[in-house]
């Protein structure tokens, strides 16, 4: 089964508005962690943001805040103020508990901003 | 720049044969991982290691294999290459092994196999 859901291959926005990347995750482990990460054309992976299954209040990195909705199983990452240099590909990926520490990736959503 | 280095950037070679990537994680990491990245599959964890030791195992075929050295680096080789084999590798390396440890990812070494 998927354990990472990014059901938007590809998104648009106007420069100095917000998006909404949607991720939802599925797993039984009560203790888990999730975390954004940025892949521009250039090739490398970027780490953006992190949060915890157990933490109370939604993860916020500068521009980067992360929506959790723990009942809902999910974890959207919110850009504010898009620039042009956040044009790129970002993936949401969960580490679980329990046994090792790989990381799931989803498939990625690729944002195009546009001035 | 994330601190961790992957030689070499590309690499192309032909089907049958067998390379070795290398990888120098951030000064201080004891973890290093192992991603794929293909077009069809994703990114897919292959293996990580913790202070030398294979610590988990993903979707690595019995052609691959990786080694951690004493000095924390670690290469992936990968043998009888095929078509499919080609994609961008990835390692990456965290502190520890914790839940919340941000794995920081090298530049990726990018194989194409001909």
């Known amino acids: 089964a998927q354990k990472i859901t990014q059901t938007q291959p590809g998104m648009f926005v106007q420069e100095k508005e917000a998006v909404t990347l949607d991720c939802t995750y599925d797993?039984?482990?009560?203790?888990?962690?999730l975390f954004w990460y940025k892949q521009p054309s250039s090739g490398e992976m970027i780490f953006l943001i992190y949060?915890?299954?157990?933490?109370?209040q939604n993860a916020t990195e500068g521009r980067y805040s992360l929506n959790f909705q723990k009942a809902r199983k999910s974890a959207n990452l919110v850009i504010s103020a898009s620039q042009l240099g956040d044009s790129a590909m970002y993936f949401c990926?969960?580490?679980?508990?329990?046994?090792?520490?790989?990381?799931?990736f989803g498939a990625g959503t690729t944002v195009t901003v546009r001035a | 720049d994330s601190g961790v280095t992957q030689t070499p950037k590309h690499l192309i070679t032909a089907t049958g044969q067998r390379v070795t990537l290398r990888c120098s994680p951030r000064?201080?990491?004891?973890?290093v991982y192992w991603y794929q990245q293909s077009l069809d599959q994703g990114l897919q964890f292959l293996i990580q290691y913790y202070n030398g030791e294979e610590r988990a195992k993903g979707n690595i075929l019995e052609r691959f294999s990786a080694q951690q050295f004493p000095d924390l680096h670690s290469e992936l080789n990968l043998s009888s290459l095929e078509l499919g084999d080609s994609a961008l590798y990835f390692c990456a390396s965290s502190v520890r092994e914790g839940l919340s440890n941000e794995q920081y990812f090298g530049p990726g070494t990018r194989l194409t196999v001909t």
């Open positions: 949060q915890g299954s157990y933490d109370q």
């Open positions: 990926a969960m580490r679980e508990g329990l046994g090792d520490y790989k990381l799931s």
């Open positions: 797993t039984s482990d009560p203790s888990y962690g």
């Open positions: 000064s201080g990491d004891l973890s």
